[in-house]
């Protein structure tokens, strides 16, 4: 089955491994942007020789995640080269990529699968776009269960499935203990994590709080964003800078060796009016490292972490401090969740598995 894959995600050769895995079960090509204008910094794709044919092109409105297209005639040009069966378009159903390929289709006969994250009932986007890609799409892969029911919700009617974009390498994220930077950090006893974005709807304000509630608990924040000041202002009100290590954004091949140096690891994502988390991979990364997560009930979060971890309510740090003191008093409750929380990743979140319920719903949706 010949498979064209459109998405700016793998600008990051890093993320090149689910297609690694993806090229095993299909004919797959790919076609991405040349670069792409990340939120903080510019994302350029590596061209070494792959498993799979790859196409990096020219886009208009670079880093637009919904408004971003493609030359029409570079598009044409690859289609005809190419000759999918099927055009998986991992970006959203009301992006005007998406549209692109719902307006080329008629004209190359493919079957087109899209990919969404979005979890919030909202209207956004030209007016009647939605009603137009939605008509064209032969089915749908949503990131969680709340994108399936907007996809519903938006009044499509075709075939869904529900699985990660991306998974991991559970080779790369494993439990290997990190004693030298616990002693790099001076952490001496339990110590919880944070890896992320530093804005208000992560809940960080939150995690301070209930942390300043826990005595004789280190807290590791890694990451950078425009709360850092907020947050700094906040420890000092607390008084809890003694119990707080910041550190800047690490390189992701970095990010193993931090997740094994926490005793756990904390995503405390609150709702926003447009926003809730739509998956967390962080989660999944520490749950392949062994370390036990705690997250919010917030957006995808419970779905993701399953019965492998504590979920407390979002915004609530009362909630909150009871599982870090769960947490921090149970040594066999922390040693239960690492290796639950690595089973969980193993059967559900691999680069192996998604590649694989990928072929199998590409190739349900090609014989349509």
């Given at each position: 089955m010949r498979v064209l894959l459109v998405s700016h995600t793998y600008c990051a050769p890093i993320n090149h491994a689910k297609l690694e895995s993806l090229a095993a079960h299909v004919d797959l090509t790919l076609l991405a942007p040349r670069n792409w204008q990340d939120t903080l910094f510019v994302i350029r794709p590596d061209t070494q020789p792959r498993l799979y044919q790859q196409h990096f092109l020219w886009v208009g409105l670079n880093g637009r995640l919904m408004y971003?297209?493609?030359?029409?005639?570079?598009?044409?040009?690859?289609?005809?080269?190419?000759?999918?069966?099927?055009?998986?378009?991992?970006?959203?159903?009301?992006?005007?990529?998406?549209?692109?390929?719902?307006?080329?289709?008629?004209?190359?006969?493919?079957?087109?699968?899209?990919?969404?994250?979005e979890n919030l009932k909202q209207h956004y986007g030209f007016p009647g776009l939605a009603r137009y890609t939605l008509s064209h799409a032969d089915g749908f892969i949503a990131g969680n269960t709340e994108a399936k029911e907007v996809l519903r919700w938006r009044g499509y009617c075709g075939p869904i499935t529900v699985t990660p974009q991306l998974g991991l390498d559970p080779d790369f994220f494993r439990p290997q203990r990190n004693e030298a930077l616990r002693q790099t950090l001076n952490l001496p006893g339990f110590t919880v994590g944070y890896v992320g974005r530093m804005v208000a709807e992560k809940g960080l304000c939150t995690l301070l709080r209930a942390v300043a509630r826990v005595p004789e608990i280190t807290l590791v924040m890694v990451g950078q964003g425009p709360l850092l000041p907020q947050l700094h202002a906040l420890t000092q009100q607390l008084n809890i800078e003694s119990r707080v290590r910041w550190q800047n954004t690490v390189p992701h091949e970095q990010i193993p060796a931090w997740l094994n140096s926490f005793d756990a690891l904390v995503l405390p994502s609150e709702p926003a009016p447009r926003w809730k988390e739509q998956f967390g991979h962080v989660l999944i990364e520490s749950m392949a490292c062994g370390v036990p997560v705690i997250g919010s009930d917030s957006g995808a979060i419970p779905?993701?972490?399953?019965?492998?971890?504590?979920i407390f309510h979002a915004g609530d740090e009362t909630t909150l401090q009871t599982a870090l003191q769960k947490l921090q008093y149970n040594s066999e409750l922390r040693a239960y969740l690492a290796q639950h929380g690595r089973e969980r990743v193993l059967t559900h979140y691999t680069h192996a598995h998604i590649a694989a319920v990928n072929a199998a719903f590409l190739r349900q949706v090609s014989k349509k």
């Open positions: 971003h297209v493609y030359s029409p005639r570079q598009l044409a040009t690859i289609l005809q080269s190419t000759r999918p069966e099927v055009v998986y378009v991992e970006e959203e159903p009301l992006s005007l990529v998406f549209a692109e390929f719902a307006a080329f289709k008629k004209y190359f006969g493919y079957h087109l699968v899209g990919f969404t994250w779905e993701v972490i399953g019965d492998a971890g504590l």
